[in-house]
């Protein structure tokens, strides 16, 4: 045992009636306590059940790219310093201390010494490198590379002391530093870059973080439990974690209403607000935890056509060129599209008054937020202005639009179980057949979904970004991304890139947000997405579980903190 846990109490055969909903039963066992040191005595022991409406694909965090992934990788792997609510500061992590050079191109982290991935290896300098090493690597492909862009070295000086070194001064230089968890060398070190992917460590991770993986019965169950040599002392309270996969969102709320399941994220708005008036009303004990989140629905028109893209042939961004999509290469037919959707009545009929509008990629949690952005207006006979003016017209009167042969007919792509994006895409159905434009529904497994995405395999595509805590465009739009993973529509513009590479190496806040708002109205005139929504965050979870905070930086931020009174458990 390489650290003495701080506790100060143990109580034999102590018999407790559990609380709470269906389920409950009686439980016998020894419960510990932990004295913190502010003090507080609290219970260690528990089980925390997530529903979630999907698997994921891998838990490595340079090769999974959901949220739902990012979020069970926090708790399994840890990064060198955690940001902190003001999105501006940070603490501790691996990292106990850090300065920068006085040219503020160097940064150096001092490390814990007292941190062990889950096999016993002590975690190092060398982990950092490696870890580096990986996330730039483009035959790895990790979703986030382009933050690592001006960076050019990370040296190891001795087991706890690594420098970053960095080509120019910018503001977002600590972020990029700490952005992605460590991962470990001895155990991926030997695994060549181009077969990171397909690993079985991805399905067996070793981490270094609070909980490590116990089991995964895939499209069942992942189930994580407390890192007993974590180097926190006392924590984390909760003993398991346990993810149970149920496909189906209604089922899932079933389940949270009656006890199966202790927490569900993004509860289906309708039910959210109902859940906040049974709380308040005292009819519940799922407590309601509402906040401005990191997410934003979307539809993206992809610029290329899939039918003719080939990741082997079109491997330079001028390749694109070549396979422009016949129906959305076009940015006035995008602006079309936007001008036919009414955003304003989706919000209205499936938001419940979680919906936020929103004109450009930047979130309203940020800094350089633009509430003065233009608006493309709902204006249904612009839209077809500019489809005739594009020589989309309905030849032969059967209500679609039709241009050299070819009707103006597409599909739609979403994930299956998400209730807010199947009802947002029947409504833009509806309001694109009144401009002439045939639109189909294609509903997909989240797994096939997000590999379709990746591989450019869709015509249009709803789906949401959880944003990053930092003001850059450039992994989602830039030109020099369309070979990564997330600009999936292939949209370019070499205005746009100028404009964004200005803008994130300037110092001044003041002039660097004037020149996010000029990038984001490129963004805007050109309409690779057409933005339908912010979304604020709505989860429910049993009020048992104590000193729990969820904000926009993840929901499970102080995971680490939770814990549940030894009389109210259930497992």
Known sequence: MRKSLIILVALAGVVFMACGGGGDKKMSEDIRFVTMPDGQRIPQGGTLIVGLISDVKALNPYISTTVQASNIESLIFMTLADINKDLLTYSPRLAKSWEFSEDRKTLTFHLRNDVYWADGEKTTAKDVVFSHEVAVDPRVAWSAIRWKDYITDVTAVDDTTVVFTFDRVYPYQMMDATVGPIIPEHLLGDIKPENLATAEYNLDPIGNGPYKLKSWRQQQQIELEANPDYYEEGKPHLDRIVYRIVPDRTALLTQLKTGEIDMLENVPMKEFQQLKKNF?????????????????????????????????????????????????????????????????????????????????????????????????EYDPEQARQLLSDAGWIDSNGDGIRDKDGRKFQFIMKTNTGNERREQACTLIQDMLSKVGVKMEIRMEEGVTFFDNLDQKQFEAALA????????????????????????????????????????????????????????????????????????????????????????????????????????????
């Open 280 to 376: 308040k009303a005292g009819k519940t004990d799922i407590k309601p935890y509402e906040f401005m989140g990191r997410t934003y629905d979307y539809v993206a028109w992809n610029t290329i056509d899939p039918e003719k893209y080939d990741p082997d042939v079109h491997t330079t961004v001028e390749s694109f060129d070549q396979i422009p999509n016949p129906f959305f290469a076009d940015a006035k037919i995008r602006r079309a599209m936007t001008h036919a959707i009414d955003r304003e009545l989706i919000r209205e009929a499936i938001g419940y008054g979680l919906l936020v509008e929103m004109r450009g990629p930047i979130a309203p949690i940020l800094w350089a937020y633009d509430e003065s952005l233009p608006r493309i």
């Open 464 to 571: 949401g970004w959880s944003v990053g805590l930092k003001v850059d465009m450039t992994t989602t739009f830039h030109s020099r991304s369309v070979l990564d993973k997330f600009n999936f529509p292939s949209y370019r513009n070499p205005e746009f890139d100028r404009i964004n590479d200005q803008a994130k190496f300037e110092m001044d806040r003041e002039r660097a947000k004037e020149l996010w708002s000029k990038a984001q109205r490129i963004l805007i005139e050109d309409q690779p997405y057409t933005w339908l929504f912010y979304t604020k965050s709505g989860h429910g979870l049993h009020k048992r579980f104590k000193d729990v905070i969820m904000d926009q930086r993840g929901t499970y931020v102080n995971v680490r903190d939770w814990w549940v009174p030894a009389d109210e458990r259930k497992y």
